[in-house]
């Protein structure tokens, strides 16, 4: 009889603490926008804003997260996938904004980060872990269970162990659109809201700068390709976006240098795609038949960016680390490129070009870890590159909504290629599964792409 009033009195508590201001508050919500409780007044403009434009919006302070969600969830990555679930069943939130990277340039974070386990290198590198924000989208399992990504309940997310098969199988399909603002202070805060407004009230799409495509590329792998294949991706893209007019820098063509790629973002553009390798703080790739590296652009070579208001959604899956968020100035996070290098940088390099106060991206979509080109190469499939390609095949079909293009193109990645969990994790299938867990958007994912109309329209 004790056990049974104790658990009586734990159901009405959970019960109770669940129903908090999920309960509450029964309006509808298209978008969920969390942060903690110092960035919540610089945000209020932003849900406004986006209130005027027909998306109804919630903010919602982690430190209210953590306690509407007491009773549920192991670690606070947990408790924010669990209340995004409930948001989701209760409010019906389709998109989830995490506004909130490392505090500062210290080791904790303002926004929990799930961190998958799926130990594939690249080329005898081991890498261990890596950030994953599809962990916060991918909320059911394919029975419609919540998924953990934790399978045999150890502690350890999305563990495919070296040489082994996978112990967590997470379903992967985006349930929400979530992007991320890694913000690590006011000043950051204030900056992307700014930008996304401006954006956001003014048809652009229209205008003569948002048609030009920026495409970057040279000969990304010359040892294992007998064409330049990232220039040969790129002209696959530029082949969905009809209506564009494409602005090749390619290596074969000898215009790729960080000087030309800094003029043509300058100038402005609707998309800028880079195809090629990175590491935090740059993104580079080889000239034909070469190993020499050029070097495209570098988090330095930002400070020439003004292009204001004419700003880029920028692609670069295939870069690694890209949008590796969690380095900083103090605490560096070791990465491999061509060695094992220490990143002492204050951000990494697809944030530098959103946090740009004079111009940069509106947003930036790029890898937080190694990222593969095919199983094989030569055949192209289920490599990073089908990521990076067909999003803008998405965007052609009529998709003008960031988040919704993001996670289209993830779910048809995953209809189109199959995983098997029991390969060992060196196979293809955990490659697969890789690139879609660190193709991160760094942006607003409920952002409508080429802006809205004007308010004198």
């Known amino acids: 009889m004790r056990w049974l009033a104790v658990s009586a009195i734990i159901f009405i508590l959970i019960s109770t603490n669940v129903h908090g201001i999920l309960s509450t508050d029964s309006i509808n919500y298209d978008l969920l926008i969390v942060a903690p409780k110092r960035f919540i007044h610089a945000l209020k403009p932003l849900a406004e804003h986006k209130s005027r434009h027909g998306i109804r919006t919630r903010i919602v302070s982690i430190e209210e997260v953590y306690d509407q969600m007491f009773w549920y969830g192991r670690d606070k990555a947990e408790k924010l996938k669990y209340f995004i679930k409930f948001a989701h069943e209760r409010w019906g939130i389709r998109y989830v904004l995490l506004v909130g990277g490392k505090k500062h340039q210290g080791r904790g974070y303002w926004i929990p980060v799930r961190y998958s ?26 029975n419609g269970n919540f998924s953990s ?53 003014r048809r652009w799409r229209d205008r003569e700068w948002f048609k030009r495509f920026v495409v970057v590329a040279g000969d990304t792998y010359p040892d294992k390709t007998d064409y330049y294949d990232g220039e040969v991706y790129t002209q696959m893209g530029i082949d969905y976006m009809k209506g564009f007019k494409p602005i090749r820098l390619w290596a074969s063509e000898g215009n790729l240098s960080w000087i030309r790629v800094v003029r043509e973002i300058n100038r402005g553009c609707g998309f800028i795609w880079f195809s090629g390798h990175g590491n935090p703080a740059l993104w580079t790739t080889h000239p034909p038949n070469s190993e020499r590296w050029i070097y495209g652009l570098k988090l330095w070579h930002m400070i020439f960016l003004h292009n204001r208001y004419r700003l880029p959604i920028c692609i670069s899956g295939s870069g690694c680390f890209n949008n590796m968020f969690n380095v900083t100035i103090f605490h560096s996070e070791w990465v491999y490129f061509k060695g094992l290098i220490p990143y002492n940088i204050p951000f990494c390099w697809g944030w530098g070009l959103v946090r740009n106060p004079r111009g940069g991206s509106i947003a ?13 190469i030569n055949r192209g499939e289920g490599g990073i590159e089908w990521l990076d390609i067909h999003f803008f095949e998405t965007y052609a079909k009529g ?59």
């Open 399 to 457: 998709y003008d909504i960031l988040g919704e293009v993001w996670a289209r193109t993830i779910d048809a990645f995953l209809d189109n290629f199959t995983i098997d969990w029991d390969d060992a994790s060196e196979k293809g299938s955990a490659l697969i599964a890789k690139n879609v867990e660190e193709w991160l958007l760094i942006g607003d994912p409920s952002l409508k792409i080429g802006g809205y109309a004007d308010f004198s329209d």
């Open 364 to 376: 930036t979509i790029a890898s937080t870890a190694f990222s593969y080109e095919s199983p094989d």
């Open 149 to 201: 990504w934790d399978d045999n309940g150890n502690g350890i997310f999305g563990e495919w162990p070296e040489n082994g098969k996978a112990l967590d199988r997470p379903d992967l399909h985006p349930d929400v659109c979530v992007g991320r603002l890694p913000c690590r202070n006011l000043r950051e805060v204030k900056i992307v809201v700014r930008k996304i407004i401006n954006y956001e009230n």
């Open 117 to 142: 386990h799926l130990c594939r290198g690249y080329d005898g590198m081991k890498e261990g872990k890596f950030l994953s924000d599809l962990y916060f989208a991918d909320i059911y399992d394919e």
